[in-house]
């Protein structure tokens, strides 16, 4: 039998997340962690845990991140299907926000936007955009609204961008209220809200669908969130 657990640090100050500069004044951080005893096989975030972060992202916000794109000759600009929107850019569009990681960005890129769990499960799993690498970054903007108004070449510098907390001022513009980031190794996601009620959204939501899911659910401080997640708790 699995035993899962998803937990939650409020305020992290550490260097060692690899989230940039935290305590920001622009805005409020939050790290969220998982353990499943045994250890999963594979590497990344587990599947099961996955899909609960995937349910409260899309439930109070939608959600956009970058990935291939699937569709051959999409355009610069959004395109709509359904409540799906993608935007796509090319490499030679890219070339200026690549210099240090050039080897694991792919010919194209697209911004998916979705208020659809199933859908936004696929940020933790893109090869071109790989989450355990820390290649991803995951755009939270008012539910009802369309995709911000924010393009891959922005999106991509994001995720190349040690003080992404002081992108506050192109952030808001593009209508985003949250960022999410995956810390070291793809561990941790690292939640920065320039809004204070994004934060207590999420989280209440995400305990609800921690439980939901039949997990627990811990809130710790920064020592007891690092040692929890570097060794394995009594079963």
């Known amino acids: ?6 937990l939650v640090c409020r305020d992290p100050r550490g ?4 989230l940039g500069p935290l305590s920001s004044p622009h805005g409020s951080e939050a790290l969220i962690g998982w353990r499943q005893i045994p250890d999963p096989l594979d590497d990344g975030v587990p599947t099961d845990v996955a899909m609960v972060m995937a349910r409260a992202f899309t439930a109070i916000a939608r959600v956009t991140f970058l990935c291939a794109p699937e ?6 600009g959004w395109t709509q299907s359904g409540e799906e929107f993608v935007r796509a850019m090319r490499k030679p569009g890219l070339a200026r926000v690549i210099s240090r990681v050039i080897d694991r960005i ?11 769990p199933e859908t936004a499960l696929r940020l933790f799993d893109d090869p071109a955009f790989p989450w355990w690498m820390q290649g991803q970054i995951v755009l939270l903007s008012a539910h009802e609204t369309g995709p911000p108004e924010l393009d891959c070449e922005c999106a991509i510098s994001l995720v190349d961008n040690d ?5 506050k001022e192109i952030l808001s513009e593009a209508g985003i209220l949250g960022v999410v980031r995956p810390g070291v190794d793809g561990d941790v996601a690292g939640l920065f809200s320039l809004v204070p009620s994004l934060e207590t959204a999420l989280l209440s ?9 039949g997990f627990e659910w ?10 929890f997640l570097a060794h394995s708790p009594s079963p």
Do not use: Y
């Open 1 to 6: 039998m699995i035993k899962t657990t998803i």
């Open 15 to 18: 260097s060692n997340w690899q």
């Open 71 to 76: 569709i051959n000759g999409v355009k610069d």
């Open 106 to 116: 792919p010919r194209d890129a697209a911004l998916v936007s979705t208020r659809r």
């Open 163 to 167: 003080d992404w907390s002081n992108q």
């Open 205 to 213: 939501t995400l305990e609800n669908e921690t439980s939901r899911a």
């Open 218 to 227: 811990a809130v710790l401080s920064e020592d007891k969130f690092c040692e």
